[in-house]
């Protein structure tokens, strides 16, 4: 089976552009998380989907936001961008269910490099 | 609100040693608690969780980590090193009372293993 799977896998943008992050998930999870991670940090929690529906989201102002399809694959998309959005985003899915998502461990993807110049 | 620490940026240990990579947390409900590890422009591997039950949990690759609840911490062990887990090891917490839909890593611990 085919893991997490992101496009693109590198990208350089411009400050002030917009850009959109894919993921495809693991067939049969229904749960996306997507996290940023900058150099020499930790992964930092973006937002959680589960049934299309936004179940939790991280500390970032509104130029972040994203959305989740019908077949459960989802999009990042980041508004304005700041040199400071230079980062490794992540997309992870697990097959969380409400009541017992915090008990599956997630299965990440090898993540979008993103450059803003 | 919840919080992960790893209190070491790097660990370095020879090969055939022992290797403890510590780990504490703060949640204000019961905690899920995860190690996951990052090799050089890859995405992160899940190893093991603790979630109920047995203090003591064995993962992937010949890791285990223990669960204590009074001193918050959640270390991974290995009884004997290998170069090839040297690495980026990152603990991550989840809080049943945010609906276990919100995890925290922490900053990550290099691991060097030396032959």
């Known amino acids: 089976d085919a893991g997490v799977t992101q496009s693109p896998t590198h990208l350089i943008k411009t400050r002030g552009q917009h850009v959109t992050l894919r993921c495809s998930p693991i067939?049969?999870?229904?749960?996306v998380s997507w996290y940023q991670q900058v150099l020499g940090q930790g992964p930092q929690f973006i937002f959680q989907?589960?049934?299309?529906?936004?179940?939790g989201r991280g500390n970032f102002p509104d130029r972040f936001s994203a959305r989740q399809f019908p077949n459960y694959s989802s999009e990042l998309n980041v508004n304005a961008l700041l040199l400071g959005d230079s980062a490794l985003y992540l997309c992870?899915?697990?097959?969380?269910?409400?009541?017992?998502?915090?008990?599956?461990?997630?299965?990440f993807g090898q993540g979008t490099r993103l450059t803003v110049v | 609100a919840q919080s992960v620490a790893q209190p070491e940026d790097q660990v370095n240990v020879a090969e055939g040693n022992p290797l403890t990579v510590k780990c504490t947390y703060s949640?204000?409900?019961?905690?899920?608690l995860f190690w996951y590890v990052q090799y050089p422009n890859r995405g992160l591997q899940f190893l093991l969780k603790?979630?109920?039950?047995?203090?003591l949990v064995k993962g992937s690759y010949g890791f285990e980590a223990e669960f204590n609840k009074s001193q918050t911490s959640f270390h991974l062990k290995k009884p004997s090193a290998l170069v090839s887990d040297s690495a980026l090891y990152f603990c991550?917490?989840?809080?049943?009372?945010?609906?276990?839909?919100?995890?925290?890593f922490g900053a990550g611990t290099r691991l060097f293993v030396k032959a």
């Open positions: 992870a899915s697990s097959h969380g269910q409400v009541g017992h998502h915090a008990n599956t461990e997630a299965f």
């Open positions: 067939s049969g999870h229904k749960s």
């Open positions: 989907y589960y049934e299309k529906e936004e179940r």
């Open positions: 949640v204000s409900g019961n905690p899920y």
């Open positions: 603790y979630i109920t039950g047995d203090n």
């Open positions: 991550a917490v989840r809080d049943s009372n945010t609906g276990g839909f919100k995890t925290i």
